[in-house]
């Protein structure tokens, strides 16, 4: 399948690709529509480092820190803190759902989102996330200091003991007390050094609208994503149907079915109908007189394609043109044309083969006057005759020959109406008698793989196939040129 | 020499080819008359886009036009018959069996006529054409293909007029040469 063929088939089904979308887009639209509210709201936080405070050039570690300090924002003693501050009556888990951190940019800022079911439930949560962060940035660093003084501080005690051991006037003392003064002096700045500061810029606000559902984005997005995807399943199923293409390009048919159409029947009766079987006569007279069939069987595969149908508006056709059409019923199962014509169902061709007697079997039929160019003529037609047990063996030998021969005057064309090729034999064993077969189809119903069974097992069975009709078919000509009229032949 | 062009309403693709033809065959030197005809009613005047087309190629002589139907004797008396698709060769070989070894499709005609001899060596137009028809099937007579059938632009889109002229520009330019050919002597 190329490009085009892709596109034409999208374009063939694009009211269905529509509807489908349509169904899609308003499900997400309830769906999202129907979904309870989700506030979100947003605290931002300033990232200082220790040492950019002494030095701006420091970026970097102010990046790291608020990338580390993100990290932090999402652990479970951090949320498990925010929750408690928020005083929110929801659990850890839930929390961190609806907790989220992120730095923002590279300057060492961070903002922390939270999302609730009212706005201000979203807001306590941020800021009380922010809150348990700076606290617990806080809390950490003076652990760390904490620890650094341990053994300054023993060593300041020790020497305090020891002070407060030694007399007054001891020699001891001056050097004891100034090593003292120095060790309290160090662990004064070490306190005071600059640290790690997380501070809130902006605090979280109460926002006014729900950040979801967004039924409208929603069923946009779902629409687009179902119109893509159901013009492409569309296109595969198309690929993968057994169905004959739609549409009026005979010659594509033609070249899937393997044999040329030789006339595309529309639906229902009158002038498109008598156009389309004097196209098919046309195709047969326009054969060099070698080559023109004398007996044509008319098969289908299955039930209802239109055999009876073909089989009548044919020998119409052509026996409004010349004289010596004999129209046979060769479906002695379910015999069509004896109603059709209007005719008794026997004597016919059960009777004349079992040398029941020919009297009565032939019956004269006019074309109708739909057919009729210039002076009405008859052609000639042989019910079905009465019901037999095995219709194979009545047919089978050279049964046309003899049915054709009670004839005084031999016809110039027999055309035998068949039972349906892929239920029973007797189509292929009237196909073997004659000179050529017709395949009929039905352009809405005939599966593809029928047709190629039904045409291999003609071609087996030795017989020509001369080409197919088309039933049912969406034909162009007609309405393309409403009004005119073909030239009288 | 006598060459009838068939299509079927006779207003679109046959007048324009035969416009095309005329000219193709007087510009090498072809002594010829070139008519068309289709299997439709008569009487029925080219759509604008086809009158547009005309003129736009300086064949303002054909703007009169008016369509025409076919005959038995317009086929006999015709030494070339040219369709633009295989069901109007039908219509034709149908209404005068004898009529086949002389009528084509264009198409065919062109792809045979370029693939074989030359014609000049066949030894005439008539005998070039009987020697291409031996070549072919009844099958090249039956069904439609898009290999055979020039697309009839009828009742569609200005593009389809323009699209179909184009082809026929380029064919009957080629079939003029051949039958210029065949017709030397």
Redo the contacts between chains.
């Keep these: 399948m190329d490009l085009a063929d892709h596109f034409r088939v999208i374009a063939h089904n694009w009211w269905r690709i529509l509807l489908a979308s349509l169904l899609v887009a308003s499900a997400v639209y309830y769906l999202s529509a129907s979904s309870a509210d989700v506030y979100e709201s947003s605290t931002q936080l300033g990232v200082t480092s220790a040492r950019a405070s002494v030095d701006a050039n420091v970026r970097d570690e102010t990046v790291f820190l608020a990338e580390t300090y993100a990290e932090r924002a999402s652990t479970t003693p951090v949320i498990r803190e925010a929750k408690k501050i928020s005083g929110l009556p929801i659990s850890v888990d839930e929390a961190m759902d609806r907790l989220s951190t992120t730095p923002v940019g590279d300057l060492g800022f961070l903002e922390l989102t939270a999302r609730g079911p009212t706005p201000r439930a979203a807001r306590q949560l941020s800021d009380a996330l922010a809150q348990a962060l700076i606290e617990d940035v806080n809390r950490q660093q003076d652990l760390a200091l904490d620890q650094d003084l341990q053994s300054v501080n023993a060593e300041i005690d020790a020497l305090a003991a020891e002070l407060d051991s030694l007399a007054p006037d001891s020699a001891a003392r001056p050097a004891i007390e100034a090593r003292y003064e120095a060790l309290v002096q160090s662990a004064v700045e070490r306190r005071t050094q600059p640290r790690n500061r997380v501070e809130i810029v902006s605090s979280a606000e109460a926002p006014s609208a729900p950040v979801s559902p967004t039924p409208i984005r929603n069923s946009v997005l779902a629409f687009l994503v179902a119109m893509v995807v159901a013009a492409e399943l569309g296109v595969v199923g198309h690929a993968l149907s057994d169905r004959l293409p739609r549409g009026r390009d005979a010659a594509a048919i033609g070249q899937l079915v393997g044999y040329p159409v030789l006339a595309s029947v529309p639906r229902g009766s009158g002038a498109p109908v008598v156009e389309a079987f004097r196209t098919l006569r046309t195709s047969l007279m326009a054969l060099p007189p070698g080559e023109r069939p004398t007996s044509i069987a008319i098969v289908s595969a299955t039930e209802g394609a239109g055999k009876s149908f073909t089989a009548i508006n044919l020998a119409r056709s052509m026996g409004a043109q010349e004289a010596g059409v004999l129209l046979i019923d060769g479906d002695l199962r379910r015999p069509a044309l004896h109603e059709r014509l209007n005719l008794e169902r026997d004597p016919g061709v059960t009777d004349v083969l079992e040398h029941q007697g020919t009297r009565g079997a032939v019956h004269s039929v006019g074309v109708g006057a739909e057919y009729a160019v210039g002076e009405p003529r008859r052609f000639l037609a042989i019910p079905s005759g009465h019901p037999v047990q095995d219709p194979v063996a009545t047919l089978s030998g050279d049964a046309v020959h003899r049915l054709v021969s009670i004839l005084s005057d031999p016809p110039r064309l027999t055309i035998i109406d068949t039972p349906p090729a892929a239920l029973f034999a007797d189509a292929l064993t009237i196909a073997a008698q004659c000179d050529a077969v017709i395949i009929v189809l039905d352009a809405k119903a005939s599966r593809v793989r029928q047709i190629i069974d039904v045409t291999d097992a003609v071609t087996r069975s030795g017989a020509r196939i001369l080409g197919v009709v088309l039933n049912r078919a969406d034909v162009a000509r007609q309405g393309r040129y409403y009004g005119y009229t073909a030239t009288g032949r | 020499m006598h060459v009838l062009l068939v299509c079927?309403?006779n207003i679109c693709r046959s007048p324009l080819a035969a416009a095309m033809l005329a000219r193709g065959l007087a510009d090498a030197g072809v002594a010829a008359s070139v008519d068309s005809a289709g299997?439709?009613?008569?009487g029925?005047q080219p759509p604008d886009e086809i009158l547009d087309e005309l003129r736009a190629r300086g064949l303002d002589e054909w703007l009169t036009h008016q369509s025409s139907?076919?005959?038995p004797e317009r086929v006999r008396d015709a030494e070339l018959i040219v369709c633009m698709a295989r069901?109007h060769?039908?219509?034709v070989?149908?209404?005068v069996?004898e009529a086949?070894p002389y009528t084509f499709t264009l198409k065919d005609l062109v792809r045979r006529g370029g693939a074989g001899d030359a014609p000049r060596a066949t030894g005439g137009l008539s005998t070039w054409l009987a020697a291409l028809d031996a070549t072919r099937t009844?099958?090249d007579?039956?069904?439609?293909?898009?290999e055979d059938?020039v697309e009839?632009p009828?009742?569609r889109s200005r593009r389809a007029y323009r699209r179909t002229a184009a082809e026929l520009d380029g064919l009957t330019a080629q079939l003029a040469r051949l039958v210029a050919d065949a017709t030397a002597s």
């Design positions: 079927t309403a299997v439709l009613d008569a029925r139907s076919l005959t069901e060769l039908r219509e070989v149908a209404v069996p086949r009844s099958a007579l039956l069904g439609s293909s898009a059938d009839d009828f009742g």
